[in-house]
């Protein structure tokens, strides 16, 4: 057990150890939030912003959630509505928000490491909520605890990441993740989506999506990340269904116990589908309840002050 | 090195949660539904013999839990992030008596914090509290409706209690700087 962060910025600077102090720490509160009271008062009188200058829907409201359910006091900021639209700097924005005494502060940016940025200067704790093609880390923590939860373990077990990787902030975070506890990955996509640098990571890349899925334990889909494509990748979407969409026929050839995963928002009869989202071996809704979890326990351990760790009995 | 005293031997920690049995038998009417829930980390294997100990005088089985309190502290932003151990109560503390367990009973906070993580899991209709070692240095009112030893403690001082029976035999210990 360690965790001496005041940040969660990414998964890459983080230690196996740490990674698994967040899952065991998630998995406490997993239970709160199968309670008739669904609160607890760890973060009490804490003042938490969610400062997203890109859109999102699922991640903002899993965040401002897990805040209340920690009773921490919530402020919702979004682009459109700010002052960052009449010329203030991201600098200047975050240092106001600090200004009303924030505690923590949860950033959402299309700017690769603008986390990072932040933390440099402010004193209150940063967390990423995903920066460009960089990383996502509370993904990554969710999709792990969900493997672990529903297979007992990580080390081991092959999974195949099956999309748009090249844009996927979502599959950086989860590579990092899955590599440093143990399992192997195999990234599948078209190869101007999936180029081999990723080999350098550690993982296996392949163009054959049937050899790709048959020896997966886990198969974690990726929506096309049509906002940050520049210039098309592939040349139609009909193509990209027809070579690369899990379809029923090749859903037959995946193992009996294959988890499918995606991190939403799912593009039905694109990536998957629509069936196989609703089958027994998806765990989709389950990553979405396992993603306040883990949102709570990343809010509750970068809260921690400097002292003595272990609360001694006497 | 730092000198350490034996405070209780096996013989006498058995001893202890013996008594502490029969005290809260003798508290509680054999009708009254009482459960004992063991405080993370050092309180769980105790509330577990003391379950034992009660089914034994009783004739029939108590249930028994164990409490993480770390949600509920109040010092979060004082000390490292603390471990957050699995609370397990499986069953309804509403309307029981609950007997909380911890090892050692100093400042009184992790009691406070107990009191509060029970409260959220329903409503009992009271709650006591057993602990193996009273040391002093209360910070809140709060007081042990049964104690196995009362030790006066200097505040450098230190309880080492061992009960694990995989690290050998039961002991507690007195710690000095």
């Known amino acids: 057990m360690s965790w001496h962060r005041k940040h969660l910025l990414d998964i890459e600077s983080l230690t196996p150890d740490e990674i698994i102090t967040v899952l065991d720490t998630a998995r406490a509160f997993k239970a709160v939030g199968e309670r008739a009271i669904k609160k607890v008062p760890a973060l009490r009188g804490k003042t938490v912003v969610n400062l997203f200058i890109e859109p999102s829907t699922r991640t903002r409201i899993s965040f401002e959630l897990a805040a209340q359910r920690l009773t921490a006091d919530v402020i919702n900021f979004s682009a459109e509505a700010s002052s960052l639209k009449k010329g203030e700097t991201l600098k200047d924005t975050a240092r106001n928000l600090e200004a009303l005494n924030a505690d923590i502060i949860i950033i959402r940016h299309s700017a690769t490491g603008a986390p990072h940025f932040l933390s440099r200067f402010l004193t209150a704790s940063v967390v990423n909520a995903g920066d460009g093609a960089h990383e996502h880390p509370t993904q990554a923590l969710l999709d792990t605890f969900t493997i672990r939860e529903k297979k007992g373990k990580i080390a081991g077990l092959e999974v195949t990441i099956l999309g748009d990787v090249l844009y996927s902030r979502v599959a950086r975070s989860n590579i990092w993740a899955l590599l440093k506890l143990g399992a192997r990955v195999t990234l599948c996509g078209p190869s101007t989506l999936v180029p081999r640098v990723f080999e350098q990571m550690g993982c296996r890349v392949t163009c054959d999506v049937e050899e790709a899925i048959a020896g997966a334990d886990i198969i974690n889909l990726l929506r096309i990340q049509h906002e940050r494509q520049r210039k098309t990748m592939f040349p139609s979407l009909g193509e990209y269904v027809s070579l690369f969409g899990l379809n029923k026929k090749r859903f037959k050839l995946t193992k009996p116990d294959v988890l499918i995963m995606h991190p939403g928002p799912i593009n039905r009869g694109v990536e998957i589908d629509s069936e196989i989202a609703d089958c027994g071996r998806s765990v989709i809704l389950d990553q979405v309840t396992n993603g306040l979890?883990?949102?709570?326990?990343?809010?509750f351990l970068v809260s921690g002050g400097k002292g003595p760790q272990e609360v001694s009995p006497n | 090195m730092p000198e350490s005293t034996l405070v209780l031997n096996a013989t006498a920690v058995q001893r202890a949660l013996t008594r502490i049995a029969h005290e809260i038998a003798e508290r509680n009417d054999a009708g009254s539904e009482v459960a004992v829930v063991g405080i993370q980390s050092g309180g769980v294997i105790l509330s577990e013999r003391l379950g034992r100990l009660l089914a034994g005088?009783?004739?029939?089985?108590?249930?028994?839990?164990?409490l993480d309190v770390?949600?509920?502290?109040?010092?979060?932003?004082?000390?490292?992030t603390p471990k957050v151990y699995p609370t397990n109560v499986p069953f309804d503390v509403t309307g029981k008596t609950v007997v909380l367990v911890d090892d050692v009973l100093f400042r009184g906070r992790t009691v406070r914090a107990a009191m509060d993580a029970l409260n959220d899991l329903g409503r009992p209709k009271r709650i006591q509290l057993a602990v193996l070692i009273?040391?002093?240095?209360?910070?809140?009112?709060?007081?042990?409706?049964?104690?196995?030893?009362?030790v006066p403690t200097a505040l450098n001082e230190n309880i080492q209690v061992q009960l694990d029976e995989s690290k050998g035999e039961d002991s507690v210990r007195l710690e000095k700087p």
Request: aromatic share 6%; proline share 4%.
């Open chain 2, 134 to 150: 009273d040391r002093g240095h209360r910070e809140l009112p709060i007081k042990a409706d049964f104690v196995g030893k009362n």
């Open chain 2, 57 to 66: 005088i009783w004739g029939h089985a108590v249930p028994t839990g164990v």
């Open chain 2, 70 to 80: 770390a949600m509920h502290r109040d010092d979060l932003d004082q000390r490292f």
């Open chain 1, 293 to 299: 979890a883990v949102r709570m326990a990343a809010l």
